[in-house]
T-cell receptor, first 118, second 111 residues
Framework: AQTVTQSQPEMSVQEAETVTLSCTYDTSENNYYLFWYKQPPSRQMILVIR??????QNATENRFSVNFQKAAKSFSLKISDSQLGDTAMYFC???????????????FGTGTRLKVLA | DAGITQSPRHKVTETGTPVTLRCHQTENHRYMYWYRQDPGHGLRLIHYSYGVKDTDKGEVSDGYSVSRSKTEDFLLTLESATSSQTSVYFC??????????FGDGTRLSIL
């Protein structure tokens, strides 16, 4: 069975600094997708960044980038120039197709609570 | 955005009562999902649907049932609510291998 591990329950970073959130996963699949979602206090789940396993190039979205190490099954999120609005819970998620139903299933990590300090 | 509306947003009820949560989407996404979110567990899949009248169980399905009579609506029912089902419930929709879109969640408290 697939698992997703986020080993840092809580982290803090000074405004304008850089922080890296870790995520490791376990799978025997070769075709899958990885995501980072942000959940601010408003409770919304907001997609931050997406990585396809077949792509070697690390995904980047403005101040957010990932370090995807497929062999090591690691998918860390780097936030550069941290802003107060980045304060949130961050979830790593693994997605793969479920062959029997044609749907795609997510498995989530337990989350990392990030606090950006002024 | 996928246009997902969850109702109600908050509910308090008593142990043993039936509860139904509704998820409504306007984007015609084929796949719909119900998750629960609890501290220390992230989001866990309860049930999902891959089409009208086509549903299947997730990892924490005991005590829950679902129905999908039309593409837009996915209902989650707790037949006889228990205190262990106090949680925040999220609905999500998906289209093939695209990222799932989430509703704003329903906070359910069972006393």
């Amino acid at each position: 069975a697939q698992t997703v591990t986020q080993s840092q329950p809580e982290m803090s970073v000074q405004e304008a600094e850089t922080v890296t959130l870790s995520c490791t996963y376990d799978t025997s699949e070769n075709n899958y997708y990885l995501f980072w979602y942000k959940q601010p206090p408003s409770r919304q789940m907001i997609l931050v960044i997406r990585q396809e396993a077949y792509k070697q190039q690390n995904a980047t979205e403005n101040r957010f980038s990932v370090n995807f190490q497929k062999a090591a099954k690691s998918f860390s999120l780097k936030i550069s120039d941290s802003q107060l609005g980045d304060t949130a819970m961050y979830f790593c998620a693994f997605m793969k197709p479920a062959l029997t139903s044609g749907t795609y299933k997510y498995i989530f990590g337990t989350g990392t609570r990030l606090k950006v300090l002024a | 955005d996928a246009g997902i509306t969850q109702s109600p947003r908050h509910k308090v009820t008593e142990t043993g009562t039936p509860v139904t949560l509704r998820c409504h989407q306007t984007e015609n996404h084929r796949y719909m999902y119900w998750y629960r979110q609890d501290p220390g567990h992230g989001l866990r899949l309860i049930h999902y649907s891959y089409g009208v009248k086509d549903t299947d169980k997730g990892e924490v399905s005991d005590g829950y049932s679902v129905s999908r009579s039309k593409t837009e609506d996915f209902l989650l029912t707790l037949e006889s609510a228990t205190s262990s089902q106090t949680s925040v419930y999220f609905c999500a929709t998906g289209l093939n291998n695209q990222p799932q879109h989430f509703g704003d969640g329903t906070r359910l408290s069972i006393l």
